[in-house]
């Protein structure tokens, strides 16, 4: 805030200090209000770390959020790790990041168990009936979003396009397309073509700027973020143990084909190239783990992405549920419920470890880069490329959702599933489109209209209509 004195404005004063035990508190809160996807989480963050306690500047906190879009894994808990490691080194970075990710890995534990346990009894087996159904009208609005933003021109839309026949038709891998269109936007920002000068990002808040001068951490650069290579040789192989150890020990002990270690490399693969936000990545982990792996269908897909957009974090929890249904469907000797929490478990391991090393040994570097064209020109291109994934994504699921069977069309190169029209599931597709109505002709927000829907399934299944 500002003062007034004889007319004129006085720069606000900073804040003062806060003690890592005063942030843990803070950081909780914004762990248990993380909801609605990466763009409502960083709109909490920034209300409350920018505007709230000012804490970070808008410019300060812009810069961050754009680079940690850069990263594989999702931005909003990297970003919540980046602030914590600015205001309080290595310890803040864990709590913060730590925090953001704790809420999530309990409720969809909890509802894992509830449903293997009860999911295809009475209320239950109605209530995911109506999340399901509601979850394609929540894909389609971010593919909106997301468009929205990122194509701004008819390069930008020519790589969207490109995307979704690619992964759609053709099935080249994700990691492929998005090394590919990073690479375009790279060489194209470089060679100083102006489609490729568009920047990227979530907007963060059109009310008033808070200057970094007037912030806890101004406008310095903090003592720890001086790289140096001793540190960063620290960093790396810290996290890289921690990452990978269980990885190796996992391959040594039980070979390739156990469950678990599919599920271990499976997942740190995806560490690795989950640029773009979890609808991106989404599209291929479906469609590996249903049609490759054989972990779960695609309906029970769909259950657990209603899970992931209906509980506090990162909606790449959802890759936990996966991870549990795997382990608990190929337990082997283990009890299944004991398989599938270890599964789940760590899915979520391999999946957040590599978040920590992307932030702890990037960090000091990322501070110094302010402006820079060629990784803006990058970040550009992806997101572009991830509307067509995120396209493919949506469809998919209006697939799996609206119609009981499908079949393969195979010709030549091209290959994807089709819907048996005659296989329509006529409720399905009437809460589909009502939570599709609801979303983008009402406004309604993505908690009412989830909520609707599952009241709905429910009373269909006590109706006796759906099971």
């Keep these: ?172 891998p994700f990691p492929v397309i998005v090394i590919g269109a990073g690479l375009i936007g790279y060489v194209g920002s470089r060679a100083g073509i102006a489609t490729f000068l568009v920047g990227g990002g979530h907007g963060a808040s059109k009310g008033k700027i808070v200057p970094d001068a007037e912030t806890l951490l101004g406008e310095e650069l903090p003592a720890h973020a001086n790289p140096t290579l001793g540190q960063a040789l620290r960093q790396a192989s810290i996290w890289l143990t921690l990452w990978l150890a269980p990885v190796v020990a996992l391959l040594l002990l039980f070979g390739p084909n156990d469950v678990f270690t599919k599920i271990a490399t499976f997942f740190s693969t995806m560490a690795i190239v989950t640029f773009g936000g979890a609808y991106a990545v989404l599209a291929y982990v479906a469609q590996q783990a249903v049609d490759a792996y054989h972990w779960l269908t695609a309906k029970e897909m769909l259950d657990g992405l209603g899970m992931a957009e209906t509980t506090p974090g990162p909606l790449i929890m959802v890759l936990q549920f996966v991870g ?30 590599p978040c920590f090393l992307w932030i702890f040994l990037g960090a000091p570097f990322i501070e110094r880069l302010r402006g820079n064209a060629a990784l803006s020109g990058a970040l550009s291109a992806i997101t572009a490329a991830v509307v067509g994934v995120i396209l493919n994504l949506a469809i998919w699921f209006a697939i799996h959702t609206i119609f009981r069977t499908t079949v393969p069309v195979i010709f030549g190169p091209v290959h994807f599933e089709a819907p048996v029209v005659a296989s329509v599931d006529p409720w399905a597709a009437a809460l589909a489109a009502l939570a599709i109505l609801a979303v983008f002709r009402l406004k309604a927000g993505m908690f009412a209209t989830l909520g609707a829907a599952s009241a709905i399934g429910i009373a269909l299944n006590l109706a006796g209509i759906v099971r």
């Design 1 to 172: 805030m500002t003062t007034m004195t004889s007319g004129a404005t006085t720069p606000a004063t900073r804040p003062e200090p806060v003690s890592l035990g005063e942030a843990f508190w803070v950081w909780l809160r914004i762990a248990a209000l993380s909801f609605g996807g990466p763009a409502g989480q960083i709109a909490v963050m920034h209300r409350i770390l920018v505007e709230e306690k000012r804490w970070i500047g808008e410019h300060r906190f812009l810069h961050a959020l754009n680079y940690c879009m850069l990263l594989p894994g999702p931005e909003a808990q990297q970003l919540a790790t980046y602030i914590g490691w600015l205001m309080h080194r290595t310890k803040g970075g864990i709590v913060a990041g730590g925090l953001f990710v704790l809420p999530g890995v309990v409720a969809i534990m909890a509802l894992s168990w509830v449903y293997v346990l009860y999911g295809h009894v009475g209320l239950v087996a109605g209530l995911f009936f109506g999340l399901k159904s509601a979850v394609l009208a929540v894909v389609l609005q971010a593919v909106v979003r997301i468009g929205g933003r990122a194509l701004k021109n008819d390069a930008m839309r020519a790589l969207a396009g490109s995307a979704f026949i690619l992964i759609f038709f053709l099935n080249v």
């Design 324 to 353: 549990f249904m795997g382990a608990y469907r190929h337990s082997g000797t283990l009890p299944p419920l004991l398989a599938g929490t270890l599964g789940g478990l760590l899915a979520t391991w391999v999946t957040f470890i």
